[in-house]
């Protein structure tokens, strides 16, 4: 017995803010944010629509694509730096949105690396026998924290929402975890809010500092990956995809260099949707799967990193999607 994923859905908003549209706003262009990132546009949610609202849309979407009844789902957990409020938490919205009266409800901010994260906490409810169906949602409106007159960060941010369903079922989806954390490094990347220590009473904006966080992860997700393969008994020739957190084309392209993995076999969800934080991932799979891309018995990695600073990997088997 173990947990395995059963359904996906996903969720963008209507809103498209192209980088053609980014010159009229900030002193950049197309060609130099195409250059250093790779992104083409993103979406940005409207005035009145948080991440809650992707959330539930997004979980919608799941639920049509699989027919699947939620309303007996055990727990909630959503990944997001941009809950609509301290509390309530988006989980509980999502609640009352299935109906699903006997359900926990838990938000986690783990920034970037938030939605494998939440993966292996479901993970670790239904291999326990705690919980046979468990609901795993990546959600951001990071438009709502952007400074958009700071062309550093404005040009890679978007928002968007997944879903993934996890159901017990005879066998685990679920091969290999590793995990490691550099808090010491976390000032590289800061949404400022309550603490005047880090945020110097600016406001809630994000700040990052590229060339670190750049460094750090070119030096250590690679080490890492390796590491995760070498538990899974695996190697990276097994491995039919590889989706990463979609923070920034080049450094995915160096990962990649590093480990000697093609990026052809790299699914990113960057180039349309933005650097979209804990989404990003989800998103990635979700669209991948809708294009059918990734099929039953693929074996994937899933790698988030960012904000902490912190990364977890994921090896996965799939077998009933």
């Known amino acids: ?95 009352a949105h299935i109906k699903s009266s006997h359900a926990g409800v838990i938000d986690i901010n783990v920034a970037c690396s938030g939605f494998v994260y939440a993966l292996e906490y479901a993970v670790g409810l239904i291999n326990s026998g705690m919980n046979k169906k468990v609901l795993v949602i990546g959600a951001e409106a990071m438009s709502k924290l952007v400074d958009w007159k700071d062309r550093t960060t404005c040009i890679l ?28 490094l976390g000032h590289h990347l800061v949404c400022n809010g309550l603490s005047n220590k880090l945020n110097k009473g600016i406001g809630q904006t994000i700040t990052q500092s590229g060339r670190d966080i750049y460094r750090w992860v070119v030096s250590n997700i690679p080490k890492c990956i390796n590491e995760l393969i070498d538990k899974s008994n695996l190697s990276l020739t097994d491995i039919n995809w590889f989706i990463p957190h979609s923070a920034n084309l080049r450094i995915i392209e160096a990962v990649c260099d590093r480990l000697n993995y093609p990026i052809s076999k790299t699914l990113l969800s960057l180039t349309l949707c ?9 998103l990635a799979f979700a669209i991948a799967h809708d294009e059918g ?24 088997k799939l077998n009933n999607l």
């Open 1 to 95: 017995m173990g947990a395995s994923i059963t359904g996906v859905g996903h969720y963008l908003p209507e809103k498209i803010l192209t980088n053609q549209q980014l010159e009229q706003m900030v002193d950049t262009s197309d060609e130099w944010i195409i250059q250093r990132t790779g992104i083409k546009e993103r979406r940005i949610c409207r005035d009145d629509e948080f991440t809650s609202d992707l959330a539930i849309k997004a979980v919608d979407n799941l639920q049509k694509k699989s027919d699947i009844n939620l309303d007996d789902v055990d727990h909630i957990i959503v990944a997001t730096m941009t809950a609509d409020y301290y509390c309530p938490n988006v989980a509980s919205r999502i609640q």
């Open 157 to 184: 941010f978007g928002d968007g929402a997944a879903a993934f369903l996890l159901e017990d079922r005879s066998s685990t989806d679920f091969l290999a975890f590793i995990k490691q954390s550099y808090g010491d």
């Open 293 to 316: 891309k990734i099929k039953n018995k693929d074996t994937l990695i899933l790698h988030g990193f960012g904000g902490g600073l912190s990364q977890l990997g994921i090896v996965i």
């Open 274 to 282: 933005g650097n979209t934080s804990a989404a990003s991932i989800p």
